[in-house]
C-alpha cells in the first residue's frame, strides 16, 4: 500500500468532537464542534489552517428517502458549505485552499457518455443538489481561496460503505447485477480519494471540479461479476429495477444512473493512481 501524503497538525470539525478526537486515536488533534447546517464554524478552528477540507453532508444511502430526508441532504450540503465560506470570509488569515466534497451526481444519468469535469449536469435531484454545493463552495474563490470540488463516485473500502452493503449477498452466492447491468459505476479505492483530497489540497495547479473516480469504471454487470470471481461465489440472482425501487423507494432509481466518469482533471494535474483498476482494488479491501 502507498504511503500517502500527511497533513501536518490537523484540525477536525464535527458535530461530536469528543467521538472525532476518538477515531483519530492515536494521533492527537485538535477537534471543534460544529453543527454545518446551523452557522458558522468556531473561528478559532482555523488557526494556522492551510488548506480546509469540507465533507459534511447527510447520507444519500441510509434511510428511505421522503421529503424531510431530501431537505436533510440539500441543507446539510448546500447550507451547510455556504456557513462554512461565511466562516472563512471572517478570517483575518484565510487558508490557501478549499477542498470540498461534491459528488458525480452532478451529472444525472448520461448513458455510455463519457464524462469529464467539463460536461454538463444533470436535472435530477442529485445532480440540483451538486449544483447548489458546488456553487456555494465556488464563492469562496472571490475572498481569493483556492477552490476544488471533488466529485466523489462509489467509495470501496473495508469497514462500510457501499461495498459492506453489498458484501453479505454476494457472499451468500446471491449477488447480481442491478437492473439491466449496463448502467456505469464511477469506482474507487478509498485509498485513491484520499490521494487525490491530499493532491488537491497540495497541488496550486489544481483548481475546480475534479472527478473522484478510478480512471477504469466499469458497467454494473462487469462489477459483478468481478466482485463474484473474487469472492469466489455465483453471481446468479439479478435485481429488476422494479424490484429495487419496491424495497428502497426513490434510492433506487440512483442505483441505477450510469455515470462514465473518468479523472481527467486528476490525472492532468498529476496524480497517480494506487488503485486503477477493480479487481487488484477488490482484493486490496477484501484482503484486509
Request: aromatic share 6%; hydrophobic share 40%; glycine share 10%.
Amino acid at each position: 500500500m502507498r504511503l500517502l501524503p500527511r497533513l501536518d497538525d490537523p484540525v477536525v470539525l464535527s458535530r461530536d468532537a469528543v467521538r472525532a478526537r476518538e477515531e483519530v486515536a492515536p494521533r492527537k488533534v485538535a477537534a471543534f464542534e460544529w453543527h454545518a447546517a446551523d452557522g458558522p464554524p468556531p473561528p478559532e478552528a482555523f488557526d494556522g489552517v492551510d488548506c480546509v477540507i469540507h465533507l459534511a453532508g447527510e447520507s444519500v444511502a441510509d434511510g428511505r428517502w421522503n421529503d424531510a430526508k431530501k431537505k436533510r441532504i440539500r441543507e446539510s450540503r448546500i447550507a451547510g458549505t455556504r456557513h462554512l465560506v461565511e466562516g472563512i470570509a471572517r478570517l483575518q488569515k484565510k487558508p490557501r485552499a478549499l477542498v470540498s466534497a461534491s459528488a458525480v451526481g452532478y451529472y444525472g444519468s448520461r448513458g455510455d457518455q463519457v464524462l469529464t469535469e467539463s460536461a454538463s449536469p444533470g436535472d435530477d435531484f442529485l445532480a440540483d443538489v451538486c449544483i447548489g454545493w458546488e456553487e456555494e463552495a465556488a464563492k469562496a474563490r472571490d475572498l481569493g481561496v483556492r477552490v476544488v470540488s471533488v466529485r466523489v463516485g462509489i467509495v470501496l473500502g473495508s469497514g462500510g460503505g457501499a461495498l459492506a452493503k453489498m458484501l453479505t449477498p454476494f457472499r451468500l452466492g446471491l449477488g447480481g447485477r442491478l437492473g439491466s447491468g449496463h448502467q456505469w459505476m464511477p469506482w474507487i479505492h478509498i485509498d485513491d480519494l484520499v490521494g487525490i483530497i491530499l493532491h488537491s489540497c497540495q497541488n496550486e495547479s489544481v483548481s475546480g471540479p475534479v472527478n473522484g473516480t478510478a480512471p477504469n469504471p466499469v458497467t454494473n454487470r462487469e462489477f459483478t461479476k468481478t466482485l463474484g470471481c473474487v469472492l469466489k461465489r455465483p453471481t446468479i440472482f439479478p435485481m429488476p429495477g422494479f424490484m429495487l425501487r419496491l424495497a428502497i423507494g426513490e434510492f433506487g432509481d440512483v442505483l441505477l444512473t450510469s455515470q462514465r466518469a473518468i479523472p481527467e482533471a486528476a490525472q492532468k494535474s498529476g496524480y497517480q493512481f494506487e488503485y486503477p483498476d477493480l479487481e487488484g482494488a477488490l482484493r486490496e479491501i477484501l484482503k484486509r
